[in-house]
């Protein structure tokens, strides 16, 4: 390895001019100087200015740290990394703003609704109790949300997945379209609307009172399209060299889907499932027309008013005295707890039972 | 201009696995070095640490020298961003930008660096056009999009794209593995002519191509499987293809494996 | 993922099909052809899910029927114009009831969600797909994918007993210094801050994570080639998002600020729980006062007769024309951007 290729200088092209690759560059350790420095300033001004709300110290720290980062390294380095620096800067201000309330938000709910939250509190209901008094429980409204959840459930996750295997496996043509579309528009139904249908449809066309049941039809039609768009995915991945493979084997097409094509996504389908009962469990707005609420233990879906959890907060809330408003904070913790639980049982579902294309 | 290249004891990592292990070796200015070996062997990741590319994907880790006439692209003060505006690439798969005309695509480098005004851009976009033996084909339609273009065409496009910064070094990685035999021997034809000015190093799987067009050519392996791959000669092409010094080279290319 | 129905759908038709599954899929009727070529399992499975798309469209017809004709029993009785009118007095004599003020107010608070969650929810995205080390990113991800899944009547409570006070000196403040341009004045500084401005504070809070979510998965797709290529050529990481990871993001950015929209229209318990209603017009939005349609919805139902729930229906139904306008419009956006946005490369 010591040949060389010939090099005459036949080609004089000027003294390469390029640009020099090193340059001044600012310390690694700069970002977080400026980020203290900037924090001290927030503070100090906000102090100084005497205003009491935390929330102007910090906007005014983010304000000073996109600006000084920009002057620094505009002043270090040139004004494309100046450029570079303050998007990179806006960026981390935009999380940090963002996870201050939501941070929040989460140890809100935990450390107040921790409190109440316990044995009790899961087993009793509100019956038998003012409403200054402290104490009762959530019971009822735990076993309302679980029998209307259930039943939703229950009609939108059949009527959701039919769809989705018609849209994936047979549709086409104008019906195929139109369903496609109207899904995507019901998606965007807010819940309160869904409330009013079935109150038009069932209280007020059909005369019945408010029931378990009635919340329940309103928030299967909450559910529905969720189900359909996640099992549509789901049922896409699956590679079409299964299905000629099972059709060339001389299998039936219904028996294909049943046996292949729905077998191999069923680990996302639960997942998409799940994942839209988390959503309609945390629904209160439909909930309020038409189940009305219920500081008893009403076991019967069908007939008379229920409470449920979100319901159980809501109410708890507007009462709003300090027994009632722990009561709400701990009905709160426990609703957040269940969707989580959900929610982390879905996508462990979908981990684990994730084929190649699946999950992720 | 065109720089020569010295690299010494590179190592390349992806998280903890080895790539390449302890490589030197030197690249002739205005000239064409081509990469061979088989599959895994560490070339295109050794190509991509050139100009620190390596170092964008997840995990990658670089620890050696690299030399740039003088300089050493993993110098403390060096900037990556101005490596890549003096190494130029051109990759495996054709990628103008989708959502850019033909000439903001050839545009796009300058852009970036503040040039701004028409008249030198339009310039340097025929320039780099003719440079890149496209213009004839492009040229009553630059205000239309990249992706319209065919295959060949559209590495040309990355091509001008490339050299319209005007780099040093342009690093090619594969770049005619993804194209048919005609637009491949337009590339090749270019390569031809684009050495006059700068230092190209290509990495190619095609044994043919590297005699064609390359002076120099540097053949790796790698012992196994998950072991790290190594360079294991570099020589004028000629002797590489005529009278290899190591065994190993004259079985990948006489086809004995690989 | 078509080919298996497409290459049914056309058998030579001299040959026998093979499995008769693919009789009839290419017209819109069920075209049942009679005879033992079509297997019962088959037809029963086709049925089934075909019965199930159209009992979808059935809900759908029905949504709007049953709404439409409620709101016109109430419309028809109304003695003031439903769309403009800034009072809601069902049980009055004569009835007198308008969707004015919740118009507004839902249209100001959505507009303050949206120019407050839209650019963080972006930044938030490229914080997670470009700019977290790899280590946070992924928890990151997946934390606030949890979070788009909190109630809303949780933000509702957190937005009443927590946000509402913080809120009290940036109110203050924005009165002593951009009180000059109206919109920012309080006329009773120092009252809580229970105003459509704290609304759309938290109805921000609220869509953040939905639209973080959608906007860094889009993000996380576009493809790696053209960032490698902008990289190559000297592009620093701001500009490479510029040039090849925003272009591809724009579309997925409209159609999840559109999600978070429709979200922020329909919203009720989080606006319900925040606000306190009124019904008089004022461009003060700090001040207390105005409504949403949901939150009045929610508010009124308790104390309303029949009369009064089709009035409220008949709000309800323009609440439902508006977000089907917002994602009809989000939808031909995305339509339209598509032929730019190289999806296809």
Same mark, same amino acid.
């Given at each position: 390895?010591?040949?060389?290729?010939?090099?005459?200088?036949?080609?004089?092209?000027?003294?390469?001019?390029?640009?020099?690759?090193?340059?001044?560059?600012?310390?690694?350790?700069?970002?977080?100087?400026?980020?203290?420095?900037?924090?001290?300033?927030?503070?100090?001004?906000?102090?100084?200015?005497?205003?009491?709300?935390?929330?102007?110290?910090?906007?005014?720290?983010?304000?000073?740290?996109?600006?000084?980062?920009?002057?620094?390294?505009a002043l270090v380095e040139d004004r494309r990394q100046a450029?570079?620096?303050?998007?990179?800067?806006?960026?981390?201000?935009?999380?940090?703003?963002?996870?201050?309330?939501?941070?929040?938000?989460?140890?809100?709910?935990?450390?107040?609704?921790?409190?109440?939250?316990?044995?009790?509190?899961?087993?009793?209901?509100?019956?038998?109790?003012?409403?200054?008094?402290?104490?009762?429980?959530?019971?009822?409204?735990?076993?309302?949300?679980?029998?209307?959840?259930?039943?939703?459930?229950?009609?939108?996750?059949?009527?959701?997945?039919?769809?989705?295997?018609?849209?994936?496996?047979?549709?086409?043509?104008?019906?195929?379209?139109?369903?496609?579309?109207?899904?995507?528009?019901?998606?965007?139904?807010?819940?309160?609307?869904?409330?009013?249908?079935?109150?038009?449809?069932?209280?007020?066309?059909?005369?019945?009172?408010?029931?378990?049941?009635?919340?329940?039809?309103?928030?299967?039609?909450?559910?529905?399209?969720?189900?359909?768009?996640?099992?549509?995915?789901?049922?896409?991945?699956?590679?079409?060299?299964?299905?000629?493979?099972?059709?060339?084997?001389?299998?039936?097409?219904?028996?294909?889907?049943?046996?292949?094509?729905?077998?191999?996504?069923?680990?996302?389908?639960?997942?998409?499932?799940?994942?839209?009962?988390?959503?309609?469990t945390g629904e209160t707005a439909p909930v309020m027309l038409?189940?009305?609420?219920?500081?008893?233990?009403?076991?019967?879906?069908?007939?008379?008013?229920?409470?449920?959890?979100?319901?159980?907060?809501?109410?708890?809330?507007?009462?709003?005295?300090?027994?009632?408003?722990?009561?709400?904070?701990?009905?709160?913790?426990?609703?957040?707890?269940?969707?989580?639980?959900?929610?982390?049982?879905?996508?462990?579902?979908?981990?684990?039972?994730?084929?190649?294309?699946?999950?992720? | 201009?065109?720089?020569?290249?010295?690299?010494?004891?590179?190592?390349?990592?992806?998280?903890?696995?080895?790539?390449?292990?302890?490589?030197?070796?030197?690249?002739?200015?205005?000239?064409?070095?081509?990469?061979?070996?088989?599959?895994?062997?560490?070339?295109?990741?050794?190509?991509?640490?050139?100009?620190?590319?390596?170092?964008?994907?997840?995990?990658?880790?670089?620890?050696?020298?690299?030399?740039?006439?003088?300089?050493?692209?993993?110098?403390?003060?060096?900037?990556?961003?101005?490596?890549?505006?003096?190494?130029?690439?051109?990759?495996?798969?054709?990628?103008?930008?989708?959502?850019?005309?033909?000439?903001?695509?050839?545009?796009?480098?300058?852009?970036?660096?503040?040039?701004?005004?028409?008249?030198?851009?339009?310039?340097?976009?025929?320039?780099?056009?003719?440079?890149?033996?496209?213009?004839?084909?492009?040229?009553?339609?630059?205000?239309?999009?990249?992706?319209?273009?065919?295959?060949?065409?559209?590495?040309?496009?990355?091509?001008?794209?490339?050299?319209?910064?005007?780099?040093?070094?342009?690093?090619?990685?594969?770049?005619?593995?993804?194209?048919?035999?005609?637009?491949?021997?337009?590339?090749?034809?270019?390569?031809?002519?684009?050495?006059?000015?700068?230092?190209?190093?290509?990495?190619?799987?095609?044994?043919?191509?590297?005699?064609?067009?390359?002076?120099?050519?540097?053949?790796?392996?790698?012992?196994?499987?998950?072991?790290?791959?190594?360079?294991?000669?570099?020589?004028?092409?000629?002797?590489?293809?005529?009278?290899?010094?190591?065994?190993?080279?004259?079985?990948?290319?006489?086809?004995?494996?690989? | 993922?078509?080919?298996?129905?497409? +290459?049914?759908? @056309?058998?030579?038709?001299?040959? *026998?099909? !093979?499995? #008769?599954?693919?009789?009839?899929?290419?017209?819109? &009727? /069920?075209?049942?052809?009679?005879?033992?070529?079509?297997?019962?399992?088959?037809?029963?499975?086709?049925?089934?899910?075909?019965?199930?798309?159209?009992?979808?469209?059935?809900?759908?017809?029905?949504?709007?029927?049953?709404?439409?004709?409620?709101?016109?029993?109430?419309?028809?009785?109304?003695?003031?114009?439903?769309?403009?009118?800034?009072?809601?007095?069902?049980?009055?004599?004569?009835?007198?009831?308008?969707?004015?003020?919740?118009?507004?107010?839902?249209?100001?608070? +959505?507009?303050? @969600?949206?120019?407050?969650?839209? *650019?963080? !929810?972006? #930044?938030?995205?490229?914080?997670?797909?470009?700019? &977290? /080390?790899?280590?946070?990113?992924?928890?990151?991800?997946?934390?606030?994918?949890?979070l788009a899944a909190v109630p809303s009547i949780i933000y509702?409570?957190?937005?009443?007993?927590?946000?509402?006070?913080?809120?009290?000196?940036?109110?203050?403040?924005?009165?002593?210094?951009?009180?000059?341009?109206?919109?920012?004045?309080?006329?009773?500084?120092?009252?809580?801050?229970?105003?459509?401005?704290?609304?759309?504070?938290?109805?921000?809070?609220?869509?953040?994570?939905?639209?973080?979510?959608?906007?860094?998965?889009?993000?996380?797709?576009?493809?790696?080639?053209?960032?490698?290529?902008?990289?190559?050529?000297? &592009?620093?990481?701001?500009?490479?998002?510029?040039?090849?990871?925003?272009?591809?993001?724009?579309?997925?950015?409209?159609?999840?600020?559109?999600?978070?929209?429709?979200?922020?229209?329909?919203?009720?318990?989080?606006?319900?729980?925040?606000?306190?209603?009124?019904?008089?017009?004022?461009?003060?939005?700090?001040?207390?006062?105005?409504?949403?349609?949901?939150?009045?919805?929610?508010?009124?139902?308790?104390?309303?007769?029949?009369?009064?729930?089709?009035?409220?229906?008949?709000?309800?139904?323009?609440?439902?024309?508006?977000?089907?306008?917002?994602?009809?419009?989000?939808?031909?956006?995305?339509?339209?951007?598509?032929?730019?946005?190289?999806?296809?490369?």
């Amino acid at each position: 390895m010591s040949n060389t290729v010939l090099e005459k200088p036949q080609v004089t092209d000027p003294p390469p001019s390029s640009p020099a690759l090193a340059r001044r560059r600012l310390p690694r350790w700069s970002p977080i100087a400026v980020a203290l420095v900037s924090a001290g300033l927030g503070i100090g001004i906000g102090n100084a200015a005497g205003w009491q709300s935390r929330i102007q110290w910090g906007l005014i720290g983010a304000l000073l740290f996109v600006a000084i980062t920009y002057g620094v390294t505009a002043l270090v380095e040139d004004r494309r990394q100046a450029r570079d620096k303050v998007a990179t800067s806006v960026i981390w201000v935009c999380f940090a703003v963002a996870v201050v309330p939501l941070v929040s938000l989460a140890w809100t709910t935990i450390s107040r609704g921790a409190k109440l939250l316990d044995g009790y509190f899961l087993s009793h209901s509100m019956g038998g109790m003012t409403n200054l008094e402290e104490g009762g429980g959530v019971y009822h409204a735990l076993l309302g949300t679980l029998e209307q959840v259930g039943i939703a459930t229950l009609i939108a996750a059949p009527v959701g997945l039919l769809t989705a295997v018609y849209l994936v496996e047979y549709g086409r043509g104008r019906l195929a379209r139109a369903v496609t579309f109207f899904v995507d528009v019901m998606t965007g139904i807010p819940s309160i609307v869904a409330g009013l249908f079935v109150l038009a449809f069932w209280n007020l066309g059909l005369g019945f009172g408010p029931s378990g049941f009635a919340g329940a039809m309103a928030l299967a039609i909450l559910m529905m399209p969720v189900v359909v768009r996640s099992t549509e995915e789901m049922l896409k991945l699956v590679p079409n060299e299964l299905r000629e493979a099972s059709l060339a084997l001389g299998v039936p097409k219904w028996l294909t889907i049943l046996k292949v094509v729905i077998p191999t996504s069923i680990g996302g389908i639960t997942t998409g499932v799940m994942l839209a009962v988390a959503r309609i469990t945390g629904e209160t707005a439909p909930v309020m027309l038409l189940v009305f609420g219920n500081t008893l233990i009403n076991p019967n879906p069908f007939s008379g008013a229920q409470e449920s959890l979100p319901l159980y907060v809501w109410n708890q809330y507007k009462l709003g005295n300090a027994a009632s408003i722990d009561r709400a904070w701990a009905g709160a913790l426990t609703l957040i707890a269940f969707v989580m639980l959900l929610n982390l049982l879905a996508r462990g579902i979908a981990r684990w039972k994730a084929p190649k294309a699946g999950g992720r | 201009m065109a720089k020569r290249i010295d690299v010494s004891g590179l190592t390349a990592f992806y998280g903890s696995h080895r790539a390449i292990d302890d490589i030197s070796m030197s690249v002739e200015p205005r000239s064409v070095t081509a990469f061979i070996g088989p599959s895994g062997c560490g070339k295109s990741t050794f190509l991509r640490t050139l100009n620190r590319m390596h170092e964008v994907t997840p995990g990658g880790r670089v620890d050696g020298k690299v030399m740039l006439d003088s300089e050493d692209l993993y110098g403390p003060q060096v900037d990556p961003v101005s490596v890549r505006r003096t190494i130029g690439m051109v990759f495996q798969r054709p990628n103008p930008f989708p959502t850019m005309s033909i000439y903001d695509n050839v545009a796009a480098g300058l852009r970036l660096n503040g040039q701004k005004k028409k008249r030198e851009l339009d310039e340097t976009v025929e320039r780099s056009l003719k440079g890149a033996n496209l213009w004839n084909e492009v040229k009553d339609r630059l205000n239309k999009p990249g992706s319209g273009l065919s295959g060949g065409q559209q590495q040309r496009l990355c091509i001008a794209r490339a050299i319209a910064v005007e780099p040093q070094v342009l690093l090619m990685d594969e770049p005619c593995s993804a194209l048919d035999p005609i637009s491949t021997l337009a590339i090749e034809d270019l390569i031809a002519d684009l050495k006059s000015k700068f230092t190209i190093v290509i990495v190619t799987h095609n044994m043919q191509q590297a005699a064609r067009v390359s002076d120099r050519t540097a053949f790796f392996n790698l012992a196994a499987v998950g072991e790290p791959g190594k360079l294991i000669e570099i020589d004028d092409t000629e002797r590489i293809f005529s009278n290899p010094s190591v065994q190993a080279t004259e079985d990948y290319i006489s086809g004995r494996f690989g | 993922m078509d080919t298996t129905s497409t +290459s049914e759908k @056309a058998p030579p038709p001299t040959g *026998p099909p !093979a499995d #008769g599954s693919g009789a009839g899929a290419g017209g819109p &009727a /069920p075209a049942p052809i009679k005879g033992n070529a079509v297997r019962p399992g088959d037809r029963i499975f086709r049925g089934l899910s075909r019965g199930s798309g159209i009992t979808l469209l059935v809900i759908m017809a029905a949504i709007a029927g049953f709404l439409a004709y409620r709101a016109s029993i109430a419309v028809s009785q109304n003695s003031v114009n439903f769309l403009t009118a800034f009072e809601w007095n069902p049980q009055g004599d004569p009835p007198a009831f308008g969707i004015g003020i919740l118009a507004f107010g839902t249209v100001v608070s +959505s507009v303050i @969600a949206m120019v407050i969650a839209v *650019p963080v !929810a972006v #930044g938030i995205a490229l914080f997670i797909s470009h700019y &977290a /080390p790899r280590k946070i990113a992924s928890p990151l991800g997946y934390v606030i994918d949890l979070l788009a899944a909190v109630p809303s009547i949780i933000y509702g409570l957190w937005g009443a007993l927590f946000l509402v006070p913080y809120l009290d000196g940036l109110t203050r403040w924005l009165d002593q210094f951009f009180g000059w341009t109206t919109v920012f004045e309080m006329s009773n500084p120092g009252s809580p801050a229970r105003s459509i401005f704290t609304v759309g504070i938290l109805l921000a809070i609220m869509i953040l994570p939905i639209i973080t979510n959608v906007s860094r998965e889009v993000f996380l797709q576009a493809p790696k080639m053209y960032e490698e290529a902008a990289l190559a050529l000297g &592009a620093t990481r701001w500009e490479t998002i510029r040039t090849s990871v925003l272009p591809f993001g724009r579309s997925g950015i409209i159609s999840a600020s559109m999600l978070g929209l429709g979200r922020a229209l329909g919203e009720t318990m989080a606006v319900a729980t925040v606000l306190s209603p009124g019904f008089l017009f004022t461009w003060h939005i700090l001040d207390p006062g105005s409504g949403t349609f949901a939150q009045n919805i929610a508010a009124k139902f308790n104390e309303a007769d029949d009369f009064g729930r089709d009035a409220l229906i008949a709000s309800g139904l323009v609440l439902f024309v508006i977000t089907l306008l917002v994602n009809g419009a989000a939808r031909w956006i995305i339509a339209r951007r598509k032929e730019y946005s190289g999806a296809n490369a």
